[in-house]
């Protein structure tokens, strides 16, 4: 699959698209985990949620944040890649601009900048959060979800105790939205085990 360059706030950033044959076919945004402990939009689990989307027919974007692989600037731990995503999610929804419906999605660090992302631009149908780390980071702004979705958490999680999440589950939602969540039992944060089980679930819910 041949590299991309996105426009970036910071310069350019580099990316992967996969375009789906059906103009109309919904599109996804997936957000990689912090490059500080070696995340970059090649990590397993961000491949797998990339495949997962465009098995199930969606236009598909990952990318590299703003001073990881050919991407350009300094990464910030958070303002600065939260520009990266709005930069990104512009380019993928001027690219497929008749795309039925549109989803984020991110692994740790990636799934924080996911959800700040859907809160701040709106216009979001679903979304995927793999092992939200809350509790070391400020996910304060997810006050009521608006959006439907899915979290994935394994039970075998050494850096993000289970408990933190079904808190950030649990806080309320709007009216008509779900949030599910699927711990998938014996994982760790990076699911070196339980990826098949990762990918299944998170197929059968797009699939929706």
């Not at 439907?148 to 999680?157: E, F, Q, R, W, Y």
């Amino acid at each position: 699959m041949p590299s991309i360059t996105i426009a970036g706030p910071a310069g350019s950033l580099e990316g992967r698209f996969h375009r789906a044959a059906l103009p109309a076919a919904p599109l996804a945004l997936v957000l990689h985990p912090n490059p500080k402990f070696g995340g970059t939009m090649n990590t397993l689990v961000v491949y797998s949620l990339f495949t997962a989307f465009q098995d199930a027919g969606f236009s598909v974007l990952r990318f590299n944040f703003r001073g990881v692989g050919r991407s350009t600037g300094e990464f910030t731990g958070g303002a600065g890649e939260l520009a990266d995503a709005q930069a990104a999610w512009a380019w993928l929804r001027a690219e497929c601009p008749q795309a039925n419906a549109k989803w984020v999605a991110g692994f740790s660090f990636g799934a924080w900048i996911a959800l700040q992302l859907m809160a701040k631009e709106g216009g979001c149908d679903g979304f995927v959060a793999v092992a939200p780390p809350a509790n070391n980071l400020d996910f304060g702004f997810v006050t009521e979800w608006r959006t439907s979705g899915l979290i994935v958490h394994g039970t075998a999680d050494s850096l993000v105790p289970e408990a933190v999440v079904n808190q950030l589950v649990s806080r309320p939602c709007a009216a008509g939205v779900t949030v599910d969540y699927v711990p998938v039992v014996g994982a760790s944060h990076f699911f070196d085990t339980g990826q098949e089980e990762l990918v299944r679930v998170v197929r059968e819910r797009i699939s929706k």
